[in-house]
């Protein structure tokens, strides 16, 4: 199998865990609005989904992983570092937030509604602090846009720093609480999470072609 093809199968499966977990929790999980009580009504009751989307957390961060090592393969030495830093944060952010998922989902009963509402304050803020990572990785790639020699198409410079700068003003939401820009709401979920699915779409079709040589390149090189 080609690395062009691992590369689009893998982003593939991990884009459909992502959307596998937010099926798994259903239309009425709790947010940052919800009272204690709601809280622990909803795991008391949905014990099996909040694993569920725990366990897609897993699975979409080992995507990324794959997607971080051969995107940033190509990159020049400074920009595949941060490009891979970026996507790493995003990672271990999505992995921290499944574990208080399945967490408050052990023995809900014996919560206090208070405590509960504390912790589950936590996992909503993965959102606006996602966003650190989110804008070094579209950073990295609209860098090599730019100069007389560019790397990367028009298109995709301007996809970048479009996805950068929604990203960058996506970080009001620390402040938020109720609303569109309540911390892992509607801005950070659904709005971010479309322009962010565009964009690694375009990182990929981009990536495509150049992964096959690359790797052909390194066995050359290294094997002659």
């Known amino acids: 199998m080609t690395q062009s093809r691992i590369l689009l199968i893998n982003i593939l499966l991990t884009a459909a865990f992502y959307v596998a977990g937010f099926v ?5 999980f709790p947010t940052i609005e919800s009272s204690g009580q709601e809280i622990v009504q909803w795991f008391s009751e949905n014990g099996t989904r909040a694993r569920i989307y725990a366990w897609t957390s897993a699975f979409f961060s080992l995507g990324l992983a794959i997607f971080a090592g051969q995107v940033a393969a190509l990159l020049p030495r400074a920009n595949g ?5 970026g996507v790493l944060g995003y990672a271990l952010t999505a992995q921290v937030q499944g574990w208080f998922w399945a967490g408050l989902a052990f023995h ?3 919560l206090d509604p208070a405590a509960a509402r504390s912790i589950f304050g936590i996992t ?10 989110t804008t070094a990785m579209a950073a990295a790639i ?3 846009g730019l100069g007389s020699r560019p790397i990367i198409p028009r298109w995709l410079l301007w996809l970048s720093s479009v996805f950068f700068l929604e990203q960058a003003i996506e970080t009001v939401t620390v402040f938020g609480s109720t609303g569109f820009i309540a911390p892992g709401g509607t801005m950070n ?5 479309l322009i962010g699915f565009v964009w690694v779409g375009g990182v990929v079709r981009w990536a495509m072609p150049r992964v096959d040589a690359a790797w052909q390149s390194e066995m050359t090189s290294r094997f002659g």
């Open 81 to 85: 570092y941060i490009f891979f830093a």
């Open 124 to 133: 909503a803020y993965w959102g606006p602090l996602i966003n650190g990572s």
């Open 24 to 28: 798994a929790l259903g239309s009425g």
């Open 142 to 144: 609209a860098a090599l």
């Open 108 to 110: 809900p009963q014996n």
């Open 189 to 193: 979920v659904y709005l971010g999470g």
